[in-house]
């Protein structure tokens, strides 16, 4: 099946520094890319969904000025948490639509721990 | 607007039978996904629904009734790798899923 390539898998960076996590579709095309934020103990929540060539679509209450998406190129989607502060310490994880009957396709996700 | 409701945590037995419920309220309907993830890690996909009836894979059955809203997932044989989070999906008419909040399974032996 569809894979997705996400990196790194865990990060720790001193608050006001800025992080980069990409996500790669390996052995497809992903024209469109979710973004996603998860707590402890709590679902996926939906943060923006990046489109290849145009921005990022942001769900409302996520800052786009501190989580940039640059979806560059049809195989390559990044999401940088910039200045980042200790509460934007979360797992983050993307994924390519499969659509209709077809599974999502997640990447492996991020843990991120800003001190 | 769009809600999709399940229990927060499950206790059950091992080798036991346990069925995890969903109702969901969506802006259209274009399938419904079960997913399971272990703390820490990425949601792993156990099946899929978009007519109505049960499908059966092996240990996991998923249920769907689209006039009801609703659905559940069956856990047979239960393993204690099967402590996990449950979550249910809805594909809406845009085609974009809305997520559940997932439902903690805590096996015991």
């Known amino acids: 099946g569809a894979v997705v390539s996400q990196h790194p898998s865990r990060v720790i960076c001193k608050s006001g520094t800025s992080v980069k996590i990409e996500c790669r579709s390996l052995?497809?095309?992903?024209?469109?890319m979710f973004w996603y934020r998860q707590f402890p103990k709590k679902s996926l929540m939906l943060m923006a969904t990046?489109?290849?060539?145009?921005?990022?679509?942001?769900e409302q209450g996520v800052e786009k000025d501190k989580f940039l998406i640059n979806h560059a190129s049809l195989t390559l989607s990044t999401l940088t948490v910039t200045s980042a502060h200790p509460e934007d310490s979360s797992f983050y994880i993307c994924?390519?639509?499969?659509?209709?009957?077809?599974?999502?396709?997640f990447g492996q996700g991020t843990r991120l721990t800003v001190v | 607007g769009q809600n999709i409701d399940q229990p927060t945590e499950m206790t059950a037995t091992e080798g036991a039978i346990v069925q995890i419920n969903c109702t969901y309220q969506?802006?259209?309907?274009?399938?419904l996904f079960w997913y399971q993830q272990h703390a820490g890690e990425a949601p792993t996909f156990l099946s899929y629904?978009?007519l109505d009836g049960l499908e059966e894979k092996g240990r996991f059955s998923s249920f769907l009734s689209r006039s009801k809203g609703y659905s559940y997932l069956l856990l047979k044989e239960l393993q204690m790798k099967d402590s996990a989070s449950y979550l249910c999906?809805?594909?809406?008419?845009?085609?974009?899923?809305?997520w559940g909040a997932g439902t903690k399974l805590i096996i015991k032996p």
């Open positions: 994924s390519a639509p499969g659509g209709g009957d077809t599974e999502a396709f």
């Open positions: 052995d497809f095309q992903a024209t469109t």
């Open positions: 990046s489109n290849e060539g145009s921005k990022a679509t942001y």
């Open positions: 969506t802006s259209g309907f274009n399938g």
């Open positions: 629904n978009v």
């Open positions: 999906a809805v594909m809406d008419s845009n085609y974009q899923l809305i």
